[in-house]
């Protein structure tokens, strides 16, 4: 009896391998380098002065990511990264144990609309780099529309689980998901304009009663 054995494919190219980790640790390093840059410079920064900060040339950063356009949506990659794992905690969906935070329906909108704003207050450089897409040129549409779309997406998920659990029909969850996310955004872009106006417990707050006045009408808090 003929036993056939497939062949395996070729092995991997160890030199190939280290050469793809190599580029993706230096593309985080010139991530990172262009995250600096932005808080030193302002969200208007330029090449020269990303290039300067990263200690490079800009010809090394166009290796890596083509031309400016990769490079901020790179940028943009890491800040979505990071308010998506903010939106996790503050709604309980990375497995967190939220024990001592308020997990009503109306508290799980208020922690949702606070994890946005916290990257706002601490980080108002960084969000008006990814917002506005200063570093660009002039081009149609959102520049900001992918991550206002996964924070969107993310939220339509937490109020899925939330109708789901309260026995409601979920259909409206995308609508409103993103309803509350263009609110938000077009908030935080009035409150970086005068900050002084209120804090940003402040701002949740009032959010958070904008927002509960509408949705509350089909989701009822389960709390008393």
């Known amino acids: 009896m003929t036993t056939s054995t497939q062949s395996a494919g070729p092995a991997p190219d160890g030199r190939s391998t280290r050469w793809d980790e190599h580029r993706a640790t230096r593309r985080r390093e ?15 920064v330029g090449m020269d002065d990303i ?11 166009y290796r890596h990511f083509t031309d400016r356009q990769g490079l901020y949506a790179a940028v943009s990659e890491s800040v979505d ?15 967190n144990d939220l024990t001592s935070a308020d997990s009503s329906p109306r508290g799980l909108i208020a922690g949702a609309i606070d994890a946005y704003l916290t990257l706002v207050e601490k980080d108002p450089e960084v969000y008006r780099f990814v917002v506005t897409a200063p570093l660009l040129d002039q081009s149609s549409g959102d520049p900001a529309a992918p991550v206002t779309g996964h924070i969107a997406a993310q939220m339509a998920l937490v109020i899925t689980e939330a109708l789901d659990r309260a026995g409601r029909d979920p259909a409206p969850a ?17 409150w970086l304009a005068d900050p002084d106006a209120m804090s940003r417990g402040e701002l949740t707050e009032h959010l958070t009663d904008l927002a509960w006045g509408g949705l509350s009408a089909a989701w009822p808090d389960e709390t008393p």
């Open 51 to 61: 290039a300067a900060v990263a200690g490079t040339s800009k010809t090394v950063i």
């Open 30 to 44: 010139l991530v990172d380098a262009t995250l600096r840059a932005v808080r030193q410079h302002g969200a208007g």
């Open 174 to 190: 995308r609508v409103w998901g993103a309803g509350l996310v263009g609110m938000v955004r077009a908030a935080a872009d009035q």
């Open 81 to 95: 990264a990071l308010i998506l794992r903010n939106l996790a905690v503050a709604t309980g969906a990375a497995g």
